[in-house]
Antibody, heavy 116, light 108 residues
Framework: EGQLVESGGGLVQPGGSLTLSCAASGFSVSSKFMSWVRQAPGKGLEWLSLYYAAGGAYYADSVKGRFTISRDDSKNTVYLQMNSLTTEDSALYYC??????????WGQGTRVTVSS | SSELTQDPVVSVALGQTVRITCRGDSLRSYFVTWYQQRPGQAPVLVMHGGNRRPSGIPDRVSGSRSGSTATLTITGAQAEDEADYYCNSRVNRGDQLVFGGGTKLTVL
């Protein structure tokens, strides 16, 4: 069926960097599209990035040029490298398994707080 | 601002029918996907391809689309339906996805 576990969140200073991990079990990330979505406290969902099974990636305008999605097939893990962080990036970050833009499996999220 | 627009709050009496709408030009070209999010939980897929239910979603939940408006209908609302609902679709550029602002459904 599939399970996702995010990790790597924490407290980071403005301007800093952080890399989030999303470990998959029950399926191979190499054969699926994978996405990242975030949710600021008390706010709605915001789509961030989609990684194609073939290796390409799409990004939301709000993170393009600052965030990079990648994958390690040997670890069955997807990553989100985040640079130049601002307080606006504070949120709960979810990864999800995607089938044609449909996120059918979600992790429980990892929290990122950007603060000095 | 979101390219998909949802009513922020909708309420329904227990056992009645409620319609949650999502409006956006991209819906003329792309299917909408709906997610349910209960407090403190991750989102759950409840409808895709406009009107396709994943396994485990009750058949009292249905979806439809007319022009640039998609609708998630819950017939005979139950207490467990109280949650936030988000629509999602590709946008007209085709290489991005976007969520609506979300609708908080209260079951009275």
């Amino acid at each position: 069926e599939g399970q996702l576990v995010e990790s790597g969140g924490g407290l980071v200073q403005p301007g800093g960097s952080l890399t989030l991990s999303c470990a998959a079990s029950g399926f191979s990330v190499s054969s699926k599209f994978m996405s990242w979505v975030r949710q600021a406290p008390g706010k709605g969902l915001e789509w961030l990035s989609l990684y194609y099974a073939a290796g390409g990636a799409y990004y939301a305008d709000s993170v393009k040029g600052r965030f990079t999605i990648s994958r390690d097939d040997s670890k069955n893990t997807v990553y989100l490298q985040m640079n130049s962080l601002t307080t606006e990036d504070s949120a709960l970050y979810y990864c999800a398994r995607d089938i044609g833009g449909i996120s059918d499996t979600w992790g429980q999220g990892t929290r990122v707080t950007v603060s000095s | 601002s979101s390219e998909l627009t949802q009513d922020p709050v909708v309420s329904v009496a227990l056992g009645q029918t409620v319609r949650i709408t999502c409006r956006g030009d991209s819906l003329r070209s792309y299917f909408v996907t709906w997610y349910q999010q209960r407090p403190g939980q991750a989102p759950v897929l409840v409808m895709h391809g406009g009107n396709r239910r994943p396994s485990g979603i009750p058949d009292r939940v249905s979806g439809s689309r007319s022009g640039s408006t998609a609708t998630l209908t819950i017939t005979g609302a139950q207490a467990e339906d109280e949650a936030d609902y988000y629509c999602n679709s590709r946008v007209n550029r085709g290489d991005q996805l976007v969520f609506g602002g979300g609708t908080k459904l209260t079951v009275l």
